[in-house]
């Protein structure tokens, strides 16, 4: 609890900064001109600069739209085991978002655990639990997330369960403790933000289908700009306990378009609590 209140406050200085930023960003060499609505813009909208600090503007609330939450590999339509809802929860059909398609390179220990993950599916999926989802399942997750880009360091904001970390732009530093969303240290590379993602967990998957990872993971992620509305996103992982050799995924995040597009409160804690602790409950006759 902790942990997410203090992310929120740093949410609301960090945007705060930002702000400024843009502001002061759009009006150099602008003089009391008034600026020319950007493309995408209805009048009354301020300006969206395409540089933040010489460096490409990435604010926004993203989306990614596939089906890759459900499994980066191929997959065909399926039932799920909620019969009841019939094709309101079922599985659709996907294509792969690996980089030049396949499967994971499991050793053969990993591929047994995605088995023994995918018996126990939902309860066992980590995503059920509301627990939070780390990188890089956040970022294509079928909820939208902010980044708040200022001078310096970059946070990144997202929808389910209320997470959120910071990309550390000043010097790259060692993560104090393995955690749920990991440590971000970044850095630019021409106009591509690189973030490297170390001290994760190893409680998070992939996907609903069971792909996991250990404590070994580590996931460099590279945002490019792809015009004003789209990046194209780009995840290299390594697990050496877990896969036969590194391997990346790559898919394009939209920016949302709304005129009041903004992240929405998700606290899901307490839709799973039956489901964490419904066996714990005092049995009445």
């Not at 945007?15 to 009048?43: D, W």
């Not at 089906?67 to 809802?85: G, Y």
Request: neutral net charge; proline residues 7%.
């Amino acid at each position: 609890m902790r942990y997410r209140f203090t992310g929120a406050v740093v949410a609301m200085t960090l945007a705060a900064a930002v702000s400024l930023t843009v502001t002061s960003t759009a009006q150099q060499g602008r003089g009391n001109a008034p600026a020319a609505p950007a493309a995408g813009q209805g009048r009354g909208q301020a300006a969206r600069p395409a540089q933040i600090a010489g460096r490409p503007n990435m604010n926004g609330v993203w989306q990614a739209v596939s089906s890759a939450h459900w499994n980066l590999e191929d997959h065909s339509a399926a039932a799920t085991p909620f019969w009841q809802l019939g094709a309101m929860f079922a599985i659709p059909a996907g294509q792969s978002v690996i980089v030049g398609g396949g499967s994971i390179p499991y050793l053969p220990a990993g591929l047994k655990k995605r088995e023994e993950n995918m018996k126990g599916w939902p309860k066992s999926d980590p995503e059920a639990k509301c627990y939070m989802a780390g990188i890089p399942r956040s970022t294509y997750m079928p909820y939208p997330f902010q980044i708040v880009q200022g001078q310096k360091d970059i946070l990144f904001v997202y929808e389910y369960a209320s997470s959120n970390r910071i990309v550390h732009m000043d010097k790259p530093s060692e993560p104090p403790v393995d955690s749920w969303m990991g440590w971000s240290n970044g850095k630019w590379d021409g106009n591509t933000l690189v973030i490297e993602v170390t001290g994760n967990n190893d409680q998070t998957w992939f996907d609903r289908a069971g792909n996991h990872h250990t404590e070994a993971l580590k996931v460099t992620e590279r945002y490019t700009m792809m015009g004003d509305n789209h990046i194209q996103y780009e995840a290299t992982i390594e697990d050496p306990k877990t896969f036969s050799k590194p391997w990346q995924i790559r898919m394009p995040l939209y920016r949302r378009m709304e005129p009041n597009a903004q992240l929405l409160e998700y606290k899901c804690v307490e839709f799973s609590e039956e489901l964490l602790y419904g066996d714990l409950k005092k049995k009445t006759e």
